[in-house]
């Protein structure tokens, strides 16, 4: 079975402070890993998606690596606006089943 | 384009009553999900169809919940007769084949 879950539950970040966010999966054969921020009332919104091992991708602030165990969303300078909770989600070769984690909620304090 | 369309977003509703939730997809896009927010267990996926018929319902919770694709544009997730557990956020997602993009989600609460 299609596991994932995030570390950590909760991060609290002065602005300007750099961190990592991390998300660690077990599928069976991964078709792709996908990062999502959500913000409060809000459906997930799309930001990453990764396919294989070594694969980087970035965006602004937020930069998403992956291996064959996990991935990492960096967020690099961070500012206020950049408060949300980040989904991790990894689809599997077999369907287009989503599998997603429980979230990293990410505070970046003025 | 406008993005997922969902409505009501907000229902609220006595117990044993039925509930439909109404989605519009992203046009062009051959698959339509609906998942289940709570703070306890997470975003779930429910069910999801492709190209109008269901592929995968094993995330259905009860008998209670249905759901249909009758066009390419319009899908219903409906909970008959509605429980106080069925409370939580319900969101719609369409995807052109992997990424998938949400709705607002409908918010239900049943009392």
């Known amino acids: 079975e299609d596991q994932v879950t995030q570390s950590p539950e909760a991060l609290r970040l002065q602005e300007g402070e750099s961190s990592s966010l991390n998300c660690s999966y077990t599928?069976?054969?991964?078709?792709?890993l996908f990062w999502y921020r959500q913000d409060p009332g809000k459906g997930p919104e799309f930001l990453f998606t990764?396919?294989?091992a070594g694969e980087e991708k970035e965006k602004e602030r937020l930069k998403a690596t992956l291996t064959k165990k996990e991935s990492f969303l960096h967020i690099t300078a961070p500012k206020p606006e950049d408060s949300a909770t980040y989904l991790c989600?990894?689809?599997?070769?077999?369907?287009?089943?989503?599998?997603f984690g429980p979230g990293t909620r990410l505070s970046v304090l003025p | 384009d406008a993005g997922v369309i969902q409505s009501p977003r907000h229902e609220v509703t006595e117990m044993g009553q039925e509930v439909t939730l109404r989605c519009k997809p992203i046009?062009?896009?051959?698959?339509l999900f609906w998942y289940r927010q709570t703070m306890m267990r997470g975003l779930e996926l429910l069910i999801y169809?492709?190209?109008?018929?269901?592929?995968?319902d094993s995330g259905m919770p009860e008998d209670r919940f249905s759901a249909k694709m009758p066009n390419a544009s319009f899908s219903t997730l409906k909970i008959q007769p509605s429980e106080p557990r069925d409370s939580a956020v319900y969101f719609c997602?369409?995807?052109?084949?992997?990424?998938?993009?949400f709705g607002p989600g409908t918010r239900l609460t049943v009392l």
């Open positions: 997602a369409s995807s052109p084949f992997d990424t998938q993009y």
């Open positions: 599928v069976s054969g991964l078709r792709g």
């Open positions: 990764l396919y294989s």
């Open positions: 989600a990894v689809q599997d070769n077999y369907g287009q089943n989503f599998v």
């Open positions: 046009s062009g896009h051959d698959y």
């Open positions: 169809f492709n190209n109008n018929v269901p592929i995968d």
